[in-house]
């Protein structure tokens, strides 16, 4: 009872067969009896657990001389939080040059399949970064209002090792954009999907994305936010004097020494893209002192869709005056921007209270 009181839950069996989880080493250092490791998923809190190595065939030790992982901590959800109250789904879309694009799919496992529901679309797709499985409390609000959380792991990111993230970069960009247009079309051809109540979500760089598939096909999304979003990458990669700008070439191309790599940004990038089109709602946020996208980014993105969309009230820009590309400091900061967002979210996709 000491023990579990302290968070330490000893002899408690991992349960490693979920078929979307994440693991990582904290700890293997020859000479430990054990090896520690995180573990998470879309629905299983963070864990850490021990697992005994040594001899094969001392104590409980498998022929490899692994025992059985030892559960050591878990993140608290408060609530009553039940982890089988929730499902994850692998899917995959066709992209136009017929790669298959991997989709994560994370539902409320009582949901009727009979009735269409709203998703919210996120993805990255820059930098060789992986959209691994990972556990979010706050992503739980949406869940419970019936919102399907789908992660488009679309080229550019490293899920499928180098060749995936080397068909999303440079001049190859826009498979990254088109790929998440077919997940979309993908998602919205699923008899269990409200296609009328498709959002977008993507920050940072997959801001940039979030605001090139608006250029590209407003009319599939009933909403999209771009949080710190690189919505101006190419006079951003005009300026070397910027503290980023040199060290990004390499993931985007050098305009400024290239007229092909000018040419090729310049056909992408969301502000010189913006178009008279019926754009649904957009929330661009944004930080004051943000330095790695500076706010006049989505601030003059802003300003040129409300010069093209018919209602340019629906397009809203909302800065942090003391945050940074993160946003505002401190865990209860961050809560209720997030709280904000969602709110904003569940409204365009009719799960508001």
């Given at each position: ?16 067969d979920?078929?979307?989880?994440s693991?990582?080493?904290l ?5 430990n009896p ?11 809190p963070p864990?850490?657990?021990d ?8 104590g409980?030790?498998?022929e490899?001389?692994?025992g059985?992982?030892v ?19 692998r899917?995959?879309a066709v ?19 009979a ?8 993805a ?5 970064i992986?959209?691994?499985p ?22 550019g ?8 993230y ?6 190859t ?20 999907v ?5 959002a ?9 994305l979030?605001?090139?598939v ?8 009933c909403?999209g936010?771009?949080?710190?979003p690189?919505?101006?990458?190419l006079?951003?990669?005009l300026?070397p ?6 060290l990004?070439w ?16 310049r ?12 754009y ?12 790695r996208?500076?706010y006049v ?5 802003v300003?040129?869709?409300r010069?093209r ?6 397009v809203?820009?909302?800065?942090e005056?003391a945050?940074?590309?993160g946003?505002?400091s ?24």
């Amino acid at each position: 009872d000491a023990a579990a009181d302290a968070g330490l839950l000893a002899g408690t069996e991992a349960a490693f067969d979920e078929d979307l989880s994440s693991t990582g080493v904290l700890s293997a250092e020859y000479e430990n009896p054990v090896v520690r490791v995180s573990y998470t998923s879309f629905v299983t809190p963070p864990r850490v657990y021990d697992i005994p190595t040594g001899e094969p065939g001392a104590g409980a030790l498998d022929e490899f001389g692994v025992g059985e992982p030892v559960l050591r901590r878990e993140t608290t959800v408060l609530g009553g939080y039940r982890s089988e109250d929730y499902t994850v789904e692998r899917d995959w879309a066709v992209a136009e040059d017929g790669t298959r694009i991997p989709v994560s799919l994370v539902r409320r496992a009582d949901l009727d399949p009979a009735v269409p529901a709203p998703v919210l679309q996120y993805a990255y797709g820059s930098y060789e970064i992986s959209t691994d499985p990972a556990f979010s409390i706050s992503r739980l609000s949406l869940l419970d209002r019936g919102v399907v959380w789908a992660v488009a792991h679309v080229r550019g990111g490293g899920e499928l090792g180098r060749a995936w993230y080397e068909n999303g970069k440079k001049n190859t960009k826009t498979n990254t954009f088109t790929d998440f247009v077919a997940v979309t079309r993908h998602l919205a051809a699923r008899p269990d999907v409200d296609a009328r109540r498709i959002a977008l979500m993507g920050g940072s760089a997959g801001g940039l994305l979030a605001g090139a598939v608006l250029n590209l096909a407003p009319e599939l999304y009933c909403g999209g936010l771009a949080a710190v979003p690189f919505v101006d990458a190419l006079t951003s990669m005009l300026m070397p004097e910027l503290p980023l700008t040199a060290l990004e070439w390499e993931e985007w191309g050098n305009p400024v020494e290239s007229a092909e790599v000018y040419e090729y940004m310049r056909s992408y990038s969301p502000y010189e893209n913006v178009r008279d089109a019926d754009y649904p709602p957009i929330l661009a946020v944004t930080s004051l002192n943000d330095t790695r996208v500076l706010y006049v980014e989505p601030a003059k993105w802003v300003a040129e869709l409300r010069t093209r969309v018919a209602h340019p009230e629906t397009v809203l820009l909302r800065c942090e005056m003391a945050g940074g590309h993160g946003g505002a400091s401190g865990r209860y900061a961050q809560w209720k921007d997030t709280a904000w967002e969602y709110a904003w979210l569940a409204r365009q996709l009719g799960v508001a209270d």
